[in-house]
């Protein structure tokens, strides 16, 4: 039975090629983009997975408390912590400090900066370390070892076991011996190394990392399996108040499971992060597989007059009600089996696009059980969905009516089938909608005066003898007639860097709870980054003469009470000399904090070079690492534009904004496949009455337009549901930014005028073809 | 008995009005009997047949087919009672046009669970009987009116029923195509098998032991043919 229900359904799709063809294609989009989505989601949930004791590691970020409110900070626990958590704690059986840095590798003429971790010796029992050579028992306190990935290893030597043992030279001041070559890590981890090397190194010399106070460290704790959580945390939480006698700040745990996904604290409170998106991306899969298998309902149901004659035969031949479901269930699987099997083909071919926008490298793999499972679910799952209510409805079919030819499409479904069009539709519009105000939103932002120039500036990491020689390199750099100026700062233009708390200044009220930005830099950084004094001077050229002087940003100012800043004093000895104007950091969607500048350049980790305008880029960064070169022989030029660096804080932004753009192609896409099967068939139904029409005299158009009307108001209808919808998600979602647009009518209406503009052009292919054809053919036929 | 009908009504109600097909039919068929039934469009003939045919369940009265209670069976149970029982012979054929010759006439033996040599032993002994075996791998569109009919009666017989139901089986054909079913059908009749005929022409009616006329849902006239085939 089943195999001639097999022989029936695969006839039946091979006869009506047309129509078989655009089901298959329809679903197998919707099952390509589905899938697509479920690897991203796959990846997202696999984050740190490689981690064997994923239930018992957690991260410890501290809460702090500026103006009245809790803010939760990373990469900023003290010293002494770790080692107090694992004496002081029950439950806490490891601990250990990291500290993220940037080493430049030199191995004869090679060199390279790497990102690493300074770490305790726990780290290497808690994290999962593959030592390739080297690296167990090797004694973690030394001060002169260092272990390196299996890629930094091929990198600096060729293959990975030629460089264990080897020396390397660190940031051209010390040599270590490569203890050990351990795999690298996968690329979905969080907290990520290239190497890692014994914390020792980096507290030499530092006497501050002793005490509390200074918090600076990435610190991570093992629990014991027995431990239980809560009463953990609970200590956790009481102990930083307690040694620091300021209840103002505490850490606490943060579990390894939430550190892709939730890792967004608003009031000290986790309110989740990119888990949000996962759900989204989640149900948004969902959604076009919906829509896909709506094009296949509609289809087989429109097309159910023709099967009718068939239904009746089998009834009356002794076929159950049963057996006909089953016919028709084995000709929607066999379909979705197709467009699964084509949907996996387009799936290789799109996926590495896919990549690049999203910047991961998901593969789909042919040897992973767990994406053949999810292959035949979606062979299922698609097939049900779309077959059920097409064999239920046809296999409803009384044979008399159906002899008899009294059968008619019943208007129940008739009205189905339109509500699912004009879902489909509904889904279509949200999405132009979405990408639309998404699209309006970065831009927004984007286009926002940020108080500097990021254009044609070129940040360079200060390493060598950069400072010791900033200004020959000033001189050069400007004799060459490429650049226009150079300045350092201690911290990036776009970030928050160190800050402070507990100021006072003459007048100053509410001192303690302002949290403040402090940077250092050389004379001409504002000039370099084009940012504008709007009161008093810069800094002048002698470092000497303004050692204890300083500029502040408006906002700054502001705090300082009404009238001038300048000549007021910070502590009551730093004097302020000018006001810059405020520029934004850290969150591009906020406002500009208070800022205090220093005239002090020996801190300084970057250097920015603004180059001429109109002069090639090639040649402007030639100049650069010529002078450099000279100045600062012993390291590679690196360098990074800051607009580029800036494009790079919109990621996520773009990521929604690229994605919703594409599920906005691929809904209307499916939703368009659709339409077009749809008017095909019932333009061929009425062939007759467009027949009899022509020859009683009306006019192509008059055709066009009555075959058009019942979709077109299907799709006005469409828009009308689609508008609050859109409107009311997209209202959520730029509510997340401080910094947004309103939402404008011309958003709706142009992505309604979009959708009936498509719609028309879909169906008016079908309904022109009918309306020119020759009447006397089709009136023949009858 | 084959089928014995007792005061049978049957009436179709849409939103404003209720028709009655049929009033009040009382029918009696034998076993082995040939009867055609005939009258003017819309007298309710199809409808008596469709009844007969258990594709349809009467309003009120009685069916009592070979000791069987037709009226007020669920359909489910009415298929079960049709499968085997029953052939059915249309005037438009009803083919499943995407099915073989073969594989049509071999439906009715798949609904009734047969093993797939004793299928093909049965089509292929039906096919050779009605000289339409040479098609078998043909699908219904390739074939003539006439050779469609045969495939079509083929099916019907396929399963060695007791009752063939044939809605005018000559309607879609030329008269000698016409007359060569018509034989098939009486050679089927004389070899046992109980008929009954739709029918609006005299030549066909010609071949039925008796002929029952409707007029507006009821039996008006009964009538005996003496010579079978005797017009030929």
């Given at each position: 039975m089943f195999k001639n229900h097999l022989k029936i359904a695969w006839r039946n799709l091979w006869k009506k090629k047309d129509y078989g063809l655009l089901n298959i294609f329809g679903l197998s989009i919707?099952?390509?983009?589905?899938?697509?989505?479920?690897?991203?989601?796959?990846?997202?949930?696999?984050?740190?997975?490689?981690?064997?004791?994923?239930?018992?590691?957690?991260?410890?970020?501290?809460?702090?408390?500026?103006?009245?409110?809790?803010?939760?900070?990373?990469?900023?626990?003290?010293?002494?912590?770790?080692?107090?958590?694992?004496?002081?704690?029950?439950?806490?059986?490891?601990?250990?400090?990291?500290?993220?840095?940037?080493?430049?590798?030199?191995?004869?003429?090679?060199?390279?900066?790497?990102?690493?971790?300074?770490?305790?010796?726990?780290?290497?029992?808690?994290?999962?370390?593959?030592?390739?050579?080297?690296?167990?028992?090797?004694?973690?306190?030394?001060?002169?070892?260092?272990?390196?990935?299996?890629?930094?290893?091929?990198?600096?030597?060729?293959?990975?076991?030629?460089?264990?043992?080897?020396?390397?030279?660190?940031?051209?001041?010390?040599?270590?011996?490569?203890?050990?070559?351990?795999?690298?890590?996968?690329?979905?981890?969080?907290?990520?190394?290239?190497?890692?090397?014994?914390?020792?190194?980096?507290?030499?010399?530092?006497?501050?990392?002793?005490?509390?106070?200074?918090?600076?460290?990435?610190?991570?704790?093992?629990?014991?399996?027995?431990?239980?959580?809560?009463?953990?945390?609970?200590?956790?939480?009481?102990?930083?108040?307690?040694?620091?006698?300021?209840?103002?700040?505490?850490?606490?745990?943060?579990?390894?499971?939430?550190?892709?996904?939730?890792?967004?604290?608003?009031?000290?409170?986790?309110?989740?992060?990119?888990?949000?998106?996962?759900?989204?991306?989640?149900?948004?899969?969902?959604?076009?597989?919906?829509?896909?298998?709506?094009?296949?309902?509609?289809?087989?149901?429109?097309?159910?007059?023709?099967?009718?004659?068939?239904?009746?035969?089998?009834?009356?031949?002794?076929?159950?009600?049963?057996?006909?479901?089953?016919?028709?269930?084995?000709?929607?699987?066999?379909?979705?089996?197709?467009?699964?099997?084509?949907?996996?083909?387009?799936?290789?071919?799109?996926?590495?696009?896919?990549?690049?926008?999203?910047?991961?490298?998901?593969?789909?793999?042919?040897?992973?059980?767990?994406?053949?499972?999810?292959?035949?679910?979606?062979?299922?799952?698609?097939?049900?969905?779309?077959?059920?209510?097409?064999?239920?409805?046809?296999?409803?079919?009384?044979?008399?009516?159906?002899?008899?030819?009294?059968?008619?499409?019943?208007?129940?479904?008739?009205?189905?089938?339109?509500?699912?069009?004009?879902?489909?539709?509904?889904?279509?519009?949200?999405?132009?909608?979405?990408?639309?105000?998404?699209?309006?939103?970065?831009?927004?932002?984007?286009?926002?005066?940020?108080?500097?120039?990021?254009?044609?500036?070129?940040?360079?990491?200060?390493?060598?003898?950069?400072?010791?020689?900033?200004?020959?390199?000033?001189?050069?750099?400007?004799?060459?007639?490429?650049?226009?100026?150079?300045?350092?700062?201690?911290?990036?233009?776009?970030?928050?860097?160190?800050?402070?708390?507990?100021?006072?200044?003459?007048?100053?009220?509410?001192?303690?709870?302002?949290?403040?930005?402090?940077?250092?830099?050389?004379?001409?950084?504002?000039?370099?980054?084009?940012?504008?004094?709007?009161?008093?001077?810069?800094?002048?050229?002698?470092?000497?003469?303004?050692?204890?002087?300083?500029?502040?940003?408006?906002?700054?100012?502001?705090?300082?009470?009404?009238?001038?800043?300048?000549?007021?004093?910070?502590?009551?000895?730093?004097?302020?000399?000018?006001?810059?104007?405020?520029?934004?950091y850290d969150d591009m969607y906020g406002s500009g904090d208070p800022v205090i500048f220093f005239n002090d350049p020996s801190e300084a980790r970057y250097l920015y070079v603004k180059t001429k305008n109109g002069v090639p880029t090639e040649r402007a960064l030639a100049s650069v690492e010529g002078v450099l070169k000279t100045h600062n022989p012993a390291f590679p030029f690196e360098y990074e534009f800051v607009d580029d660096a800036y494009e790079a804080k919109f990621n996520k932004e773009r990521l929604i904004g690229n994605l919703s753009k594409v599920f906005a192609l691929i809904a209307i896409a499916i939703s368009c496949l659709g339409l077009f099967g749809l008017s095909a068939f019932t333009t061929d139904q009425r062939r007759k009455e467009i027949g009899v029409r022509k020859v009683l005299g009306s006019s192509i158009s008059g055709i066009v337009g009555l075959l058009s009307k019942d979709f077109l108001k299907l799709v006005v209808l469409a828009f009308i549901l689609a508008v609050p919808i859109a409107w009311y998600l997209m209202k959520n979602w730029l509510e997340g930014f401080a910094y947004r647009i309103s939402i404008n009518i011309w958003v709706f209406i142009i992505a309604g005028f979009a959708a009936v503009t498509i719609a028309l052009l879909t169906i008016s292919i079908q309904a022109f073809n009918a309306a020119t054809s020759n009447p006397v053919k089709s009136l023949r036929t009858e | 008995m084959m089928i014995t009908i007792t005061n049978l009504k049957k009436s179709f109600r849409t939103e404003e009005v209720e028709t009655l097909a049929l009033n009040n039919v009382n029918l009696k068929v034998e076993d082995g009997e040939f009867v055609a039934i005939m009258g003017p469009s819309g007298c309710g003939k199809s409808t008596l047949l469709n009844i007969i045919g258990m594709l349809d369940n009467p309003t009120d009265g009685s069916y009592n087919f070979a000791g069987h209670e037709v009226g007020g069976l669920k359909e489910s149970q009415r298929t079960q009672l049709r499968k085997g029982n029953l052939g059915f012979v249309f005037q438009s054929f009803n083919l499943i046009d995407e099915l073989t010759v073969y594989e049509n006439v071999e439906l009715p033996l798949i609904y009734l669970k047969m093993g797939k040599s004793e299928r093909k032993e049965k089509v292929m002994k039906v096919l050779e009987r009605m000289k339409i075996a040479h098609r078998e791998k043909h699908f219904p569109q390739q074939l003539s009116g006439g050779q469609q009919q045969r495939v079509a009666i083929s099916r019907a017989v396929v399963t060695n029923p007791k009752l063939i139901l044939a809605d005018e089986p000559t309607g879609n054909l030329d008269s000698k195509n016409g007359i060569e079913v018509m034989n098939l059908l009486t050679e089927l009749n004389q070899e046992g098998t109980t008929i009954v005929m739709v029918t609006h022409s005299d030549r066909d009616s010609h071949y039925a032991h008796r002929v029952v006329n409707l007029f507006d849902g009821q039996i008006v006239t009964e009538s005996q043919n003496r010579a079978i085939g005797a017009m030929i």
């Open positions: 919707g099952i390509t983009c589905a899938c697509i989505i479920l690897l991203w989601v796959e990846d997202e949930l696999n984050y740190d997975t490689y981690i064997s004791k994923q239930d018992q590691i957690y991260y410890l970020p501290t809460n702090q408390k500026y103006d009245g409110e809790w803010r939760t900070f990373f990469e900023a626990t003290p010293g002494p912590l770790a080692e107090n958590l694992k004496n002081e704690v029950p439950g806490i059986v490891r601990a250990a400090r990291t500290k993220s840095d940037n080493l430049l590798f030199q191995v004869g003429d090679h060199s390279f900066t790497k990102n690493g971790r300074y770490v305790d010796p726990d780290f290497l029992e808690m994290f999962d370390f593959h030592f390739l050579e080297g690296g167990k028992a090797v004694d973690f306190h030394s001060t002169d070892i260092i272990l390196i990935s299996e890629s930094l290893a091929k990198n600096l030597f060729g293959e990975s076991q030629a460089a264990h043992n080897k020396t390397v030279r660190i940031n051209n001041q010390s040599t270590y011996t490569i203890a050990g070559i351990y795999k690298d890590l996968p690329k979905n981890v969080t907290y990520t190394y290239d190497w890692v090397a014994p914390f020792e190194i980096f507290a030499q010399g530092k006497a501050w990392i002793k005490e509390y106070g200074s918090n600076f460290a990435d610190t991570f704790v093992e629990l014991s399996p027995q431990a239980n959580f809560d009463e953990v945390n609970r200590k956790v939480k009481e102990l930083l108040p307690a040694k620091t006698e300021d209840d103002e700040i505490y850490a606490f745990l943060h579990p390894l499971k939430d550190w892709h996904l939730r890792s967004t604290f608003e009031g000290g409170i986790n309110v989740g992060g990119q888990i949000v998106y996962v759900k989204l991306f989640s149900l948004i899969a969902l959604v076009i597989l919906l829509v896909a298998c709506i094009n296949f309902m509609n289809l087989a149901t429109a097309r159910s007059e023709k099967r009718a004659g068939e239904v009746g035969v089998r009834k009356v031949l002794g076929s159950s009600r049963q057996g006909l479901l089953s016919q028709f269930m084995t000709e929607a699987l066999l379909a979705s089996f197709f467009a699964s099997f084509l949907g996996i083909l387009l799936i290789k071919l799109v996926l590495p696009y896919f990549n690049t926008i999203i910047g991961k490298s998901l593969t789909i793999s042919f040897f992973d059980p767990k994406h053949w499972m999810v292959f035949l679910a979606i062979v299922l799952i698609c097939g049900i969905v779309a077959g059920l209510y097409p064999a239920v409805y046809l296999s409803s079919f009384k044979p008399v009516s159906v002899l008899k030819g009294t059968i008619k499409t019943s208007g129940g479904a008739k009205a189905i089938r339109k509500g699912l069009v004009a879902a489909q539709f509904v889904v279509s519009i949200v999405f132009i909608i979405s990408t639309l105000i998404v699209y309006q939103q970065v831009q927004h932002v984007k286009s926002r005066n940020l108080g500097y120039d990021k254009d044609n500036v070129v940040r360079i990491p200060v390493n060598g003898d950069i400072i010791k020689n900033l200004n020959p390199i000033e001189e050069d750099m400007i004799a060459t007639g490429n650049i226009e100026n150079i300045g350092v700062s201690n911290s990036t233009i776009l970030s928050g860097g160190n800050n402070t708390s507990g100021l006072s200044w003459q007048g100053g009220v509410n001192t303690e709870g302002v949290l403040v930005s402090i940077r250092q830099i050389s004379t001409n950084f504002f000039n370099t980054m084009g940012m504008q004094l709007v009161e008093g001077r810069g800094f002048s050229d002698n470092p000497a003469q303004d050692s204890t002087n300083i500029i502040v940003s408006e906002s700054f100012a502001k705090l300082m009470g009404p009238g001038s800043a300048i000549g007021k004093t910070v502590e009551n000895d730093y004097p302020v000399i000018g006001v810059v104007k405020d520029y934004l | -």
